[in-house]
C-alpha cells in the first residue's frame, strides 16, 4: 500500500484553486489537498499556529504549491521564512505563479524555491501541467528528510 500524499496549494485566486483540484482529483496522486489563501495561513499551517494550532505539525505536506502574489504576506516572504526554520528548510515548494517578472523567478531560486512554473491560462494546458506536477512531485521526487540537520542520524 503507498503512503497517503498530501499537498499544500497556497492560492488566493478561487478559479485557479478550483482548476488544480479538479486536476489533481482526475491524477489520482494525491490523498488530500489543503489549500490556505494567503501567506500567513500556509506558515500557520505549517508551524501548526493560529487556526492550525490544533494541527499536527509532525505531518509536512510532500509539495508546497506556493502563488507569489498573495494578499498579505506574499509568497516571496512566505518561502523567506519557510526557509529560514530548520522544520521546513528542505520542504519542497514550486512557485506555481502567472508572474513574467525575471526578478520574481531570480528571487525565488536564490530563497530556494525547487521549481517556478508559469500558471498556463490555457484550461486544458493548466490541467495537463498540474498532473504532470503531480507525477513529478509526488511519485517520481525522492524527498529529503523534513527538520534534521545536514549530516544528522535519522
Not at 494525491?30 to 499556529?49: P, T
Not at 486544458?124 to 545536514?150: I, K, R, T
Amino acid at each position: 500500500m503507498t503512503r497517503s500524499r498530501l499537498i499544500l496549494l497556497v492560492e488566493d485566486n478561487p478559479n485557479d484553486v478550483v482548476l488544480t483540484l479538479r486536476a489533481f482529483e482526475k491524477s489520482r496522486f494525491v490523498s488530500e489537498i489543503v489549500v490556505v489563501q494567503d501567506g500567513e495561513e500556509a506558515l500557520d499551517y505549517l508551524f501548526a499556529a493560529g487556526s492550525h494550532a490544533e494541527r499536527d505539525a509532525t505531518i509536512m505536506p510532500d509539495v508546497v504549491f506556493l502563488d507569489l502574489k498573495l494578499p498579505g504576506v506574499d509568497g516571496i516572504e512566505t518561502l523567506r521564512r519557510l526557509r529560514a526554520d530548520p522544520r521546513t528548510r528542505r520542504l519542497p515548494v514550486v512557485i506555481l505563479s502567472s508572474s513574467k517578472e525575471e526578478a520574481d523567478l531570480i528571487s525565488t531560486y536564490d530563497l530556494g524555491a525547487n521549481s517556478f512554473v508559469r500558471k498556463p491560462v490555457d484550461f486544458d494546458q493548466f490541467m495537463s501541467a498540474a498532473q504532470q506536477l503531480g507525477l513529478y512531485w509526488l511519485v517520481l521526487n525522492e524527498a529529503p528528510p523534513m527538520g534534521q540537520a545536514a549530516g544528522a542520524d535519522s
